[in-house]
């Protein structure tokens, strides 16, 4: 898009309910041009609006390898993600973008392994990179993916973890807070899920997203397996707000998580003040 603060109007193809707060958005831009020269890369955003509510920017979950429209998974907790959960298909949100010079690496990652780690809404911003990844399987090692819900109603991509799992030489583990009665799976926080499997930090790369306590453990785990810091990789969109670091609300030392993320390594991030709660 020529202008970074202009949003431009998209029609919601289709949508899809994936718990009971979290809906997933299949869009279009409306204007055929823009949608033809449009491109970003997996970790990017976009600063989603309906006019005369507001704004917010969130994560592009649709994967770069997949062309001609955006996806957005939305957790209904406020006033403007509650009024995008009303839209129906064939309304039109809006959106500009898309913003982040800090994306998660694709081509410097293949011939390695990976590991995922994803906890609740934190799995749609890695999503975009796993179908990428999925989209070249050749071109990558071992694929795990390591996800952590409160419970089982709340994961998100149903259909997809399956189909993953299903992929030679991927795994998906599973794991939930709290038990109900239809699940038969590990129970607990995603580090858990290392008595289920073998990480090894051997030619590896993991990509982290969650609450920044569970990013805390788990980037103690890894390092635990032998990750060294530059090959552990985070998003920290938690923090953005207008896509353009001029707010300052992003503002982590002297980073603007919006301009400079919102992907960074461990390294990265622990040179950033602590007291800002980066991780």
């Known amino acids: 898009m020529k202008n970074d603060y202009i949003p431009y109007p998209a029609v919601i193809e289709s949508i899809i309910k994936e718990s009971f707060d979290t809906k997933t958005f299949k869009v279009r831009f409306a204007d055929k041009k823009i ?7 997996q970790g990017q955003f976009m600063q ?17 390898s997949r062309k001609g429209f955006l996806e957005f998974s939305i ?19 809006f959106i500009r973008g898309p913003y982040g010079k800090g994306h998660f690496p694709f081509e ?20 975009s990179l796993i179908n990428l990844v999925m989209d070249n399987r050749k071109d990558f ?19 997809e973890l399956k189909a993953w799992n299903k992929t030679p030489n991927t795994e ?16 607990g926080v995603v580090t858990e899920l290392w008595k289920d499997t073998d990480i090894k930090a051997d030619n590896a790369v993991a990509f982290l997203c969650g609450p920044p306590i569970m990013i805390k453990f ?5 390092e635990g397996s032998g990750f060294n810091d530059d090959n552990i990789i985070m998003t ?31 390294a990265e991030v622990k040179k950033l003040p602590k007291k800002d709660g980066a991780m």
């Open 236 to 266: 920290l969109e938690r923090h953005m707000k207008c896509g353009l670091g001029k707010c300052g609300h992003c503002n982590v030392g002297d980073k603007f998580i919006c301009v400079d993320g919102p992907v960074f390594t461990c």
């Open 108 to 127: 410097e990652i293949k011939g390695k392994n990976l590991v995922f780690v994803a906890g609740g809404i934190g799995l749609p911003p890695l999503r």
């Open 218 to 222: 788990v980037v103690q785990k890894l």
């Open 75 to 93: 957790r209904s907790v406020g006033k403007l993600t509650k009024k995008i959960h009303e839209l129906k298909v064939g309304d039109k949100m």
């Open 172 to 187: 998906v583990l599973l794991t939930v807070d709290k038990k109900t009665d239809d699940w038969t799976g590990r129970v």
């Open 35 to 41: 949608a033809k020269d449009f491109t970003y890369v």
């Open 48 to 64: 989603v609006s309906l006019m005369g509510t507001g704004e917010a920017p969130i994560s592009i979950t649709s994967s770069p």
């Open 141 to 159: 090692g071992n694929v795990k993916i390591l996800y952590g819900c409160k419970t089982a109603d709340e994961f998100c991509f149903k259909d």
